[in-house]
């Protein structure tokens, strides 16, 4: 990374008090003169304040709006504050910041989004359970078939965009507000946007929360299958604002 790119490296994190301290140390030790912004999603712990005193940037959301509707709130901030990439990372300490250069270096060579991916190169041992496993390659088949592209790891949260990529997410009034994933991908496809992947290091949550615990993969797969039929047949703002620029 050059010094002067602007990087803004955006954490979405909900009641993440026992990681966020690791996880800022983390991004700024190993990438010096980036700025991590920590989206706390309204949090009933002490996330704001852990996160203010390992020194990130805190925007806190009064209410829990959910996982991209905090994306969205860190893309508004960095395309608002002209910086010329971001980068995403979970607040539970399962990205490696290490790679966080690899995903930029990607950027550089041409792709407006970088998709970090634990199942690429074998450069990890992640635990992947048997139910998630079918249902990624089940999105991983629905991608290949509607833009003719293999993604290995659609549900990935540790991501890079260019400016336009995050601008276009942060003028939406459609980006979604709980699970950006197979559908954006495509999305991304279809409105001129390069996407590729960079394999990475994943490691297990060591909280053992997860956005697809419980009842919460019906409904995941209930919802993406509707917003993926949305991108292709819908009327979506996302397109449109990409078409006018």
Known sequence: MSESDKIAVLVPAFNEADSIERVVHGIKDTNPGVDVIVINDGSSDATDELARKA???????????GYGAALQTGYKYAFRHGYDYTVQIDGDGQH???????????????????IGSRFL????????PTMR???MVFFRSLIYLFIGKRITDPTSGFQALNRRVFEFFATSRQYPSDFPDADIIILLHY???EVSEVPVVMYNSETGKSMHSGFKPIYYIVKMLLSIYAVLFGKNDLVKVKNAT
Do not use: E, H, M, W
């Open 55 to 65: 020194g990130a940037t805190v925007l806190t959301l009064v209410v829990n709006l």
């Open 96 to 114: 490696d910041p290490r790679f966080l250069k690899d995903l930029i270096d990607r950027l550089k060579q041409g792709s407006d989004v970088a």
């Open 121 to 128: 190169g074998n450069l990890g041992d992640y635990d992947n």
């Open 133 to 135: 496993q079918l249902g």
């Open 191 to 193: 409105s001129g946007f």
